[in-house]
C-alpha cells in the first residue's frame, strides 16, 4: 500500500509544480512581450516629432522582426534553450530586452530607435520560444490547450502598448515605453523564480548546428511549420497595421478616430480569448481541426476587408474584433504541433527554427501592406493578407489527422 500512495504523492507534486509553472510562465510571457510593439505603439507620437513617413513607420515594427530572426538563428545554431538551464536563458533575455527597449525611450532620432528595436528582437528570441519549451516539458497530453494560454498571453501582451499609450496620451511617448520595459524585466524574474523543469523537460543536450535544418527532415513537422507560415504571413501585419486601418476609415469622424489607440487595444487583445477558447476546444477536437477553421476564418476576413472598410463605425469595430479573435487562434496549435513532430531533446531549437523563419514572412507581410496603403490606399491594403491562410490551410488539411 506504501507505493502506490508514495506514487499518488509524487503525481500530485508534478502537477502542482505544472500549474505553478503554467501559471508563471503565462504571467511571465505576458509581461515581457509588452515591449513588442511598445515602438508600434508610439508611431504617431514619433511621426510628428521626427517626421517619418508610412515606411519609416512600418521599420520600427520590421526592426523588431529583424532582430527576433538573428536571435532565432543565433539560438537555433547554439541550441542555447536545449543545453542550458530554459529559465535563466529566459531570464537574461527579458533583462536585455528591458535594457534595449530602455536604449528606444532615450532615443533622439530613427537610426538609434530601430538599432535598439532590432536588440529588442533579438531578445524576444529568448523568450517566447523558450516560454513555449518550458510549458513543453510539463505537459505532452493536452499541449494545445497549455501553450493556447500561453499565447493568449502573449497576445494580450502585445497589445498592451496601446493601451498604456490610450491610458497616458497626456504623457509624452517615452512613458508608456519604459512602463512596458518594467514590465519586461518584471516578467523574466518571475519565470525564473515561479517556473520549474518538468518531467519532459529534457535532459541537457549537446552542441549540433545541424539541427538547424535536420528538423524538417520529418514530413509532419513540415507541413506544420508550413500552416504556421501562412499564419505569420496573416499575423503581425494585422497587428501592426489594425491601428492605421481603423485611422483611415474614421478619418471622417473625429469622434471615433480618437478611440483607434484603445481600439487597436481591443483588436489585439481579442486573441487572447481566441487563444484560449482554441486551446480548450483543441481538446476535444485536436490541434488541426482548430487550426484550420482558424486559418479559414481569418483569411474570409482578409479577404473581405475592403468590404469591412466601409462598415458604419460600430459594424467595422466588430468585424476587427472578430478578424483579431481568429486571427491568432492557430497560433499555439501549431506550436503543438511542431513540439509534437520536433527531434527528441531538440524541441527548443525546432521551435525556435520554426518561430524565425514564421517572423522573416512577417517582414516580408508588413512592408508590402505599408507600401500598399500609400499606393492602393488602407480599403485594399489588407485583401494580400488572404493568401497566408489560403498556404496555410492547403498544408495542414494535408497533416494526417492521428498527427493532430
Not at 527597449?101 to 537610426?111: D, E, K, M, W, Y
Not at 524574474?189 to 535544418?213: S, Y
Not at 476546444?281 to 469591412?308: K, N, Y
Request: hydrophobic content about 55%; aromatic content about 10%; proline content about 4%.
Amino acid at each position: 500500500m506504501g507505493v502506490p500512495h508514495e506514487r499518488s504523492r509524487a503525481e500530485a507534486e508534478s502537477s502542482d509544480g505544472g500549474g505553478r509553472s503554467f501559471i508563471a510562465v503565462c504571467v511571465g510571457v505576458l509581461f515581457c512581450t509588452s515591449v513588442w510593439f511598445s515602438g508600434t505603439a508610439v508611431q504617431p507620437a514619433l511621426s510628428a516629432a521626427w517626421n517619418l513617413g508610412a515606411s519609416a513607420e512600418a521599420a520600427l515594427t520590421t526592426a523588431v522582426q529583424l532582430g527576433f530572426i538573428s536571435g532565432t538563428l543565433l539560438f537555433a545554431l547554439t541550441n542555447l534553450a536545449d543545453r542550458f538551464d530554459a529559465r535563466d536563458v529566459l531570464l537574461v533575455s527579458a533583462l536585455v530586452a528591458a535594457a534595449s527597449n530602455g536604449a528606444f525611450a532615450l532615443a533622439s532620432g530613427l537610426p538609434a530607435a530601430l538599432a535598439s528595436r532590432a536588440v529588442t528582437g533579438v531578445a524576444m528570441a529568448g523568450v517566447y520560444p523558450v516560454g513555449m519549451k518550458i510549458l513543453a516539458g510539463w505537459s505532452r497530453a493536452g499541449l494545445g490547450w497549455r501553450l493556447g494560454v500561453m499565447v493568449g498571453a502573449l497576445t494580450l501582451g502585445t497589445a498592451l502598448p496601446f493601451l498604456l499609450r490610450a491610458m497616458g496620451a497626456r504623457f509624452a511617448w517615452r512613458v508608456p515605453v519604459l512602463t512596458s520595459g518594467a514590465l519586461c524585466l518584471l516578467g523574466g524574474l518571475l519565470v525564473r523564480f515561479g517556473a520549474t523543469i518538468g518531467p519532459h523537460g529534457g535532459g541537457r543536450v549537446h552542441f549540433d548546428p545541424r539541427m538547424l535544418v535536420r528538423c524538417f527532415a520529418h514530413r509532419p513537422f513540415r507541413l506544420a511549420a508550413l500552416g504556421y507560415f501562412g499564419h505569420m504571413w496573416e499575423l503581425y501585419a494585422f497587428w501592426a497595421s489594425v491601428a492605421g486601418f481603423l485611422a483611415a476609415a474614421f478619418a471622417d469622424d473625429a469622434t471615433w478616430a480618437r478611440r483607434v489607440p484603445l481600439l487597436a487595444f481591443f483588436a489585439i487583445a481579442a486573441g487572447t480569448a481566441g487563444c484560449v477558447v482554441g486551446g480548450r476546444w483543441s481538446r476535444r477536437v485536436g490541434e488541426r481541426r482548430v487550426a484550420l477553421t482558424s486559418l479559414g476564418a481569418s483569411g474570409i476576413l482578409a479577404a473581405l476587408s475592403g468590404l469591412g472598410f466601409v462598415l458604419p463605425p460600430p459594424l467595422l469595430v466588430l468585424y476587427v474584433l472578430a478578424w483579431g479573435f481568429f486571427v491568432v487562434m492557430d497560433s499555439a496549435q501549431f506550436s503543438a504541433l511542431a513540439a509534437t513532430h520536433a527531434p527528441p531533446g531538440y524541441v527548443g531549437t525546432a521551435l525556435t527554427v520554426q518561430n524565425g523563419l514564421g517572423f522573416a514572412l512577417t517582414i516580408a507581410s508588413i512592408q508590402l501592406v505599408a507600401w500598399l496603403s500609400a499606393a492602393v490606399g488602407w480599403r485594399f491594403a489588407f485583401v494580400v493578407l488572404a493568401l497566408g491562410p489560403a498556404l496555410g490551410a492547403w498544408a495542414t488539411a494535408k497533416l494526417p489527422v492521428a498527427a493532430a
